[in-house]
């Protein structure tokens, strides 16, 4: 019978398990696809809010871009550069580095720049109060669900923004086509209003800090199609506006 020093034994132990997963890697990189697309995420916080218009969290995203000197393809170069490097590092320490190249900048590149890759997510959470059972006694606690998840593609997104241009970014498209543009008059808004004339009337100048007697207008009636958004409204004192509206 034949002796095997230990010592060796558990030498050809250790190359016997190096072999195994050396080989359970490679099969397991063989049929895997290493290369999730790119994604930006963008997250907004629809807490209290009933039947938020998802549409327009993400027209008021545009709108925001520009004040913050952001472009829209710009991000998507970024990320794509970013995603670019992250599988390049990945396959120049893969095992099957030829496979993964070539699968790599003929099928998934190529994917991802197809116009209707969805690159961007918009997610919609909602804090949601739970409760929970001790002592007798029930003890609330918060917990943040998505509650809603809008994927657009780089195409769609630009197609929003050409209509966003259309109407000089000044609201969303459905704010800009609501029948009821009084109704979008809110207490924020009157208050940029304010704050931007200095609550001064844009006729004769009177200086209303109080606000008495201060009128947020409508430089174009809503009758006439005049919309509710900032560059149509202005502050005027009770006086002027009713002088303009007896011309009207």
Not at 32 to 56: L, Y
Not at 70 to 79: A, M, P, Y
Not at 93 to 103: A, S, V, Y
Not at 146 to 172: A, C, G, N, P, Q
């Amino acid at each position: 019978m034949m002796y095997i020093d230990s010592k060796v034994l558990f030498f050809i132990i250790i190359v016997v398990f190096f072999v195994a997963a050396c080989i359970m890697k490679i099969l397991m990189e063989y049929d895997d696809d290493p290369f999730e697309g790119p994604h930006i995420i963008i997250q907004f916080d629809v807490s209290g809010r009933h039947k938020p218009n998802f549409d327009d969290y993400v027209e008021e995203w545009i709108i925001a871009l520009p004040k913050h000197g952001i472009d829209i393809k710009q991000q998507v170069d970024e990320e794509l550069e970013k995603w670019d490097k992250e599988c390049e590092d990945y396959i120049s320490n893969c095992m099957l580095w030829k496979k993964r190249k070539k699968g790599f900048y003929q099928e998934k590149r190529k994917e991802i720049t197809q116009d209707d890759y969805k690159m961007f997510i918009f997610d919609f959470k909602r804090d949601q109060t739970r409760y929970r059972q001790s002592d007798y006694e029930r003890h609330p606690y918060t917990v943040e669900n998505t509650v809603f998840s809008l994927k657009l593609s780089l195409k769609e997104l630009l197609e929003r923004d050409d209509e966003l241009e259309e109407i000089e970014y000044e609201t969303t498209i459905s704010k800009w086509n609501s029948r009821n543009q009084r109704k979008l008059m809110t207490k924020d808004l009157r208050e940029k209003i304010k704050i931007r004339d200095n609550y001064t009337c844009q006729k004769c100048g009177k200086y209303m800090p109080d606000e008495v007697g201060l009128h947020i207008d409508h430089i174009i009636p809503v009758k006439l199609g005049g919309k509710s958004v900032e560059s149509n409204l202005q502050v005027l004192c009770d006086k002027c506006n009713l002088k303009k509206g007896s011309n009207n």
